[in-house]
């Protein structure tokens, strides 16, 4: 197992390598290029990301907590069984990639975009999502308590059976959404639009 903490590898490129169990613990990976590379389990705790390739890079079962990936290309990405609580993904662009079961509580996804991605059964309560985009994602079955999704597009997003309690859904776009068996207990809708959201089930 690579043990790369603390390192400076910003601009490296590392595409198509095999990192399982890598330790880059507090090291500089900004403008990094992963691309197809596997680091499942790996320990990337308070690391930085900036605008780093990540494009199906296989990062299930890894240690996210507190990392920094700002701008970062993370299509088809995996992050399954993750922990990325307080990490940053704000102005990430997240698609089709496989998100479920992560847990990234207190994280930050302002302007990012999750398209068409898998977060079922994930844990983002506490976080901040605002001017992001969920299109055509899947989050069903995930904690999703006092998020603030603020101006961000939740079109044909599959939120079934979610907890948003006290979440925030202001100036947010809902059009085909649905949130069947959904709570929403002290969630506040001022101002959302959508075109037959469906909160039936």
Known sequence: ??????????????????????????????????TQSILSGSNLTKATLKQATLTGVDLSNAQLVNANFLEADMARISLCDSRADNATFVGAKIGNAKLMKLS????????????????????????????????????????????????????DLQADNCDLSGSVLEGTNLDGATFKASNFNKTKFKASKGRGPNFQG
């Open 1 to 34: 197992k690579a043990q790369l903490s603390q390192a400076t590898l910003a601009g490296c490129h590392f595409n198509g390598s095999y990192c399982v169990g890598a330790a880059f613990i507090s090291s500089d990976l900004s403008k990094t290029d992963f």
């Open 104 to 155: 990234a509580q207190s994280s930050k996804w302002d302007r990012a975009a999750v398209v068409r991605s898998d977060m079922s059964g994930s844990n983002l309560s506490n976080s901040s999502f605002l001017n992001g985009s969920l299109h055509g994602s899947i989050v069903d079955a995930s904690k999703l308590l006092t998020v603030n999704f603020s101006g961000s597009k939740l079109s």
